[in-house]
């Protein structure tokens, strides 16, 4: 299938799925989500995938929601509308594993992204925030309840309520992320943790994964 935002690849029984809005920091539309939900939706039933890759670019892995396409909705017409609700629900269950790949920014809706994840493996040169406060509004992805899983309540609170970003040094040692790479080899040491999952049953990594959450 051919996407309009995303870049996707299936090799040794890897999916890298790449966000790909380069004029606009893959910053999350409305296209991009549905992409990504019908991508993730696919892997998840092809027996050619084991394990799911997702990332952006070196800049950026998502720098948030697209606010342009969001300036004209009122609270109502988001809470109606259940903004990007349904793409949420269908990439959380998917049931393989998926990898997070972030280099750069990784803001907002972006960070409720890559914390969809199974887990995040950080460039370092990235850069987490749920900023949404600084633009009026509550981050809606999710973020308020799995970033403070992830870091805690404090963390959580000092991030949502000042907007404040943190980097890969922090965000690894709050629990964020699993691990940092240097960010040239960012997308092979994913594919290498991908490779290490494929080697074992997927059905164990599925039953895993279901009981971790």
């Not at 084991?50 to 606010?67: H, N, P, Q, W, Y």
């Not at 805690?152 to 629990?175: I, N, P, Q, V």
Request: aromatic share 6%; net charge negative.
């Amino acid at each position: 299938m051919a996407y309009e935002t995303l870049i996707v690849e299936i090799e040794d029984y890897v999916a890298l799925i790449r966000l790909n809005r380069p004029d606009a920091m893959n910053a999350l539309n409305a296209t991009l989500m549905r992409e990504l939900a019908a991508a993730m939706t696919a892997a998840e039933a092809n027996d050619k995938v084991r394990c799911i890759v997702l990332t952006g670019s070196e800049k950026a892995f998502a720098a948030g929601a697209d606010v342009r396409e969001m300036a004209g909705k009122s609270f109502i017409d988001v809470f109606f509308d259940d903004l990007f609700a349904p793409e949420v629900a269908a990439i959380a269950r998917v049931r393989k594993p998926i990898i997070a790949a972030v280099s750069g920014y990784c803001l907002g809706g972006g960070c409720e992204l890559a914390m969809l994840c199974d887990f995040i493996i950080a460039a370092d040169n990235a850069k987490f925030g749920q900023p949404e406060i600084n633009l009026g509004i509550v981050a809606g992805l999710g973020g308020t309840q799995r970033l403070t899983r992830a870091v805690g309540k404090s963390k959580s609170m000092d991030m949502h309520l000042s907007g404040r970003f943190m980097d890969a040094a922090e965000a690894e040692r709050c629990g964020l992320v699993s691990r940092i790479v240097p960010a040239k080899a960012l997308i092979e040491e994913a594919l290498k943790s991908a490779a290490k999952i494929v080697e074992k049953s997927t059905v164990t990594a599925m039953i895993v994964k279901e009981c971790v959450n």
